[in-house]
């Protein structure tokens, strides 16, 4: 018997079909996951299109409004939580434990834009020595009776006097110029944050 024709038949079919095709055992599996993948793909797609939109549904249902910058914010706090969890738990880059720690880095800065605390040790400062800041509104009428806007009234209970409160707004006044330039610092050093290293958070 020939011996080639004899190692053939003696050589499994998939082998032979492999060496026909000129793949190794590599190829083929790779070319196999990527048919499941091209052929599983609609019904993946389907299923992050429906649990994408409930996500962003809850999160819609808080902070829908298009006019307040505190909803922009929350937004972006919104979506690089979801980046934070797909680099950590899913990241294919060598480095994506190192990008998931610099997407957090970056939602704790937008978290304390949010709440706005930053320079709140000033405001504590002042509260304590004037008082708790009170507000109420007056309405101020047209000719015909009718209300025409409400004014803000803004009063403390360690301002009382005249000359207490004019102290009292003039210290507000240099407090909220400083207190404004320390969020425009924090803010920019936030956002700066973010563009230096944002385009590295794609995988």
Same mark, same amino acid.
């Given at each position: 018997? =020939?011996?080639?024709? =004899? ?16 793949? @190794? ?14 052929? @599983? ?7 992050? *299109?429906? %649990?994408? %939109?409930? %996500? ?14 505190? %909803? ?28 998931? =720690?610099?997407?957090?880095?970056? /939602? ?23 008082? @708790? ?13 009718? /209300? ?12 009382? @006097? ?22 425009? $610092? ?5 956002? $700066?944050? /973010? ?6 958070? *794609?995988?």
């Amino acid at each position: 018997m =020939d011996i080639q024709n =004899d190692k053939a038949i003696k050589e499994p079919k998939s082998k032979r079909i492999k060496q026909f095709l000129g793949l @190794t055992d590599r190829d083929l599996g790779y070319k196999i996951w990527k048919l499941w993948r091209s052929m @599983t793909y609609p019904f993946r797609k389907f299923y992050y *299109w429906v %649990s994408a %939109s409930l %996500s962003y549904s809850r999160f819609l249902w808080d902070y829908h409004y298009d006019w307040d910058y505190y %909803s922009f914010i929350k937004l972006m706090i919104f979506k690089l939580k979801k980046m934070e969890h797909q680099q950590r738990k899913y990241g294919n880059a060598v480095d994506h434990i190192k990008y998931a =720690d610099q997407i957090k880095k970056a /939602i704790r800065g937008l978290e304390k834009i949010a709440e706005e605390n930053v320079g709140n040790k000033l405001r504590d400062i002042h509260d304590k020595k004037w008082g @708790t800041l009170h507000m109420d509104l007056e309405p101020i009428y047209k000719e015909d009776g009718k /209300i025409k806007y409400h004014k803000s009234n803004f009063w403390r209970d360690g301002a009382q @006097t005249e000359e207490k409160k004019k102290q009292e707004h003039e210290e507000f006044l240099k407090f909220i110029e400083h207190e404004e330039k320390l969020i425009r $610092k924090y803010n920019l050093h936030v956002f $700066k944050f /973010i563009a230096k290293h944002f385009k590295y958070w *794609w995988d």
